[in-house]
């Protein structure tokens, strides 16, 4: 690959998926707990991700020559779709008076025509950044502008936010045998009740915690229903 060093790069296919990636080594990324880790960034045919190095040892990826490599690249380029379709999220018009309501970081200006010929001009944001504006500009109150449990599980899961629960509760995420769970924080006295919701249990270090399972949005729903949001806490801020 154009520009990248051979000696700081591996070619890999997954033997689960049979998918290609070309691996470069020499990166840093953040745990859980913000402490740097080597890294390794993924780059494949459609997309390109970054993962601990010990993450990737630990996974389906192996090295493997470059006719092998290049043969399950192929394969996958084959069976790609030649369209990409992601959401935007775009603030048009006059911007100075809330300029200071926008995301901080990230600050990305993009101009884009629909297919009826209609042009916009805007800031550019991460659709899960829209909620929090929604909430600045006073045109949602917090808890309608994320009721969504996909959203939710996402502000959780993926991006590391702790979420502020009615009853002084809390939405994080937790590591728990290697994989991410969310985790409500202060539920011990309550479990029964979110046990009656669909809430899992288990005792760790001799302490009862509680679970919502992620592939049940409906629980999540239901939790959410019962105890309101009251707030959002990105992990910078955690």
């Known amino acids: 690959m154009a520009g990248l060093d051979p000696d700081g790069v591996t070619y890999a296919v997954n033997r689960k998926s049979g998918r290609a990636a070309l691996v470069v080594h020499g990166l840093t990324t953040t745990d859980d707990d913000d402490r740097l880790v080597p890294a390794v960034r993924l780059i494949r045919a459609e997309k390109r991700t970054i993962a601990s190095l010990k993450g990737f040892e630990e996974s389906a990826w192996e090295g493997t020559d470059v006719a092998s490599w290049r043969a399950a690249w192929d394969r996958e380029l084959a069976d790609a779709d030649p369209w990409i379709t992601r959401d935007l999220a775009l603030v048009s018009g006059l911007l100075l ?69 009615a009853g002084g509760l809390w939405l994080r995420r937790a590591k728990v045998m290697d994989r991410h769970r969310i985790e409500v924080v202060g539920a011990a006295s309550q479990r029964s009740a979110f046990t009656a919701l669909g809430c899992f249990t288990e005792i760790i270090a001799y302490t009862a915690r509680v679970f919502v399972p992620v592939d049940r949005p409906e629980v999540l729903a239901a939790v959410l229903d019962k105890w309101p949001l009251q707030s959002v806490l990105p992990k910078a801020a955690a």
């Open 97 to 165: 008076p809330i300029w200071t309501h926008l995301p901080d970081k990230g600050a990305a200006v993009r101009r884009l025509r629909a297919p009826d010929g209609r042009r916009w001009l805007g800031r550019l944001l991460d659709p899960g950044q829209v909620p929090a504006l929604k909430v600045a500009l006073g045109l949602s109150d917090v808890a309608s502008a994320y009721g969504d449990p996909d959203q939710v599980t996402g502000l959780v899961l993926k991006d590391g936010s702790s979420i502020c629960l």
